[in-house]
């Protein structure tokens, strides 16, 4: 089944302690991307990548790192989260950077910072 | 300015009604409109797109309606189910790097 996998789906830590979020994709998608939802903000995108080893910022990067060293995989690491981090977070992807493609999600990670 | 604006926030319909949820933006050089459902629990999946060069695009039950004047668009569910109460996010794609951005969602209520 073509799917995004995110790990864990919910974390509770304090403040600090550093996390990995991981993402994996089995459709051979080039472009992947982590998103967090806030309610009344919509998503916003915080990195992407276009293809292994190749990664940007989206809108709302601080605080952030990713690394794209295979072409399934797409960890979001918190070095040293705050609660402002408190957030839902979805990773996606889709076949390629081109335009006008659907991007397909993970079924999300909830991270509470105490 | 990047941004999409949703409205409205939430929408609760009678089941067989016809809800309608707007998003307008700013930049031009958009060019690619999507539409997103999410059910609790879920990430969003793809419902239905439509491209500037069309005014409208159905796909079963869901209508996109785009004018690109008024620099709107809008989804419209027919013959709405309980099945389709979920959030609804509008987007548009920025062409410089075809990122997503995306409308603050409209939570839908079908009452049956």
């Known amino acids: 089944e073509a799917q995004v996998t995110q790990n864990p789906r919910y974390l509770i830590t304090v403040t600090g302690k550093k996390l990995t979020v991981t993402c994996s994709q089995n459709m051979n998608h080039e472009y992947m991307s982590w998103y967090r939802q806030d309610p009344g903000l919509g998503l916003r995108q915080i990195y992407y990548?276009?293809?292994?080893?190749?990664?940007d910022k989206g809108d709302v990067p601080e605080g952030y790192k990713v690394s794209r060293k295979e072409k399934r995989n797409f960890p979001l690491i918190l070095e040293s989260p705050s609660p402002n981090q408190t957030s839902l977070y979805f990773c996606a992807s889709s076949l390629s950077s081109m335009g006008g493609q659907p991007q397909h999600f993970g079924d999300g990670t909830r991270l509470s910072i105490l | 300015q990047q941004q999409v604006k949703q409205s409205p926030q939430s929408l609760i319909v009678q089941k067989g009604g016809i809800p309608i949820i707007n998003c307008a933006y700013e930049?031009?050089?958009?060019?690619?409109f999507p539409w997103y459902q999410q059910f609790p629990g879920k990430g969003p999946a793809l419902l239905i797109a439509i491209r500037p060069d069309v005014s409208e695009k159905k796909e079963g039950r869901f209508t996109i309606s785009f004018n690109k004047s008024a620099k709107q668009f809008s989804l419209h569910i027919m013959d709405s189910q309980p099945g389709d109460s979920a959030t609804y996010f509008c987007a548009a794609e920025r062409d410089s790097n075809y990122q997503l951005i995306w409308g603050a969602g409209t939570k839908l209520i079908i009452k049956p």
């Open positions: 930049n031009t050089a958009f060019d690619y």
């Open positions: 990548s276009m293809n292994v080893e190749v990664t």
